[in-house]
């Protein structure tokens, strides 16, 4: 059974740091590309950064660019997103998700976690 399990969402003042965490059973972790999305309350879902297990190879949208920082440990099946300088624009519910195909960036996940919420308070 395929898993993505995130962790690390939570309530964070403008300006400061949070680290979320996928980690993934049941697939092929070094052929995957791991990504995260967001959704933000009335706004439609983003995709904001997504990396390729097998090369490092990564993606980041131009709203988190410089600020986020996505990155894995193959050892332990988990992607990372370091997230700094958080903004309130930031809140929203962050999910990882899985393209089998390793595609960086990729749009259609075959797999989703459940999500962790985010909120950043001006």
């Known amino acids: 059974e395929v898993q993505l399990v995130e962790s690390g969402g939570g309530l964070v003042q403008a300006g400061g740091s949070l680290r979320l965490s996928c980690t993934a059973s049941g697939f092929p972790f070094d052929d995957y590309a791991i990504g995260w999305f967001r959704r933000a309350p009335g706004k439609e879902r983003e995709g904001i950064a997504c990396i390729r297990n097998s090369d490092g190879n990564t993606y980041y949208a131009d709203s988190v660019k410089g600020r986020f920082t996505i990155s894995n440990d193959n050892a332990k099946n988990t992607v990372y997103l370091q997230m700094n300088s958080l903004k309130p624009e930031d809140t929203a519910d962050y999910y990882c998700?899985?393209?089998?195909?390793?595609?960086?960036?990729?749009?259609?996940?075959?797999?989703w976690g459940q999500g962790t919420q985010v909120t950043v308070s001006s």
């Open positions: 998700a899985a393209d089998v195909f390793g595609r960086v960036p990729f749009r259609l996940p075959d797999y």
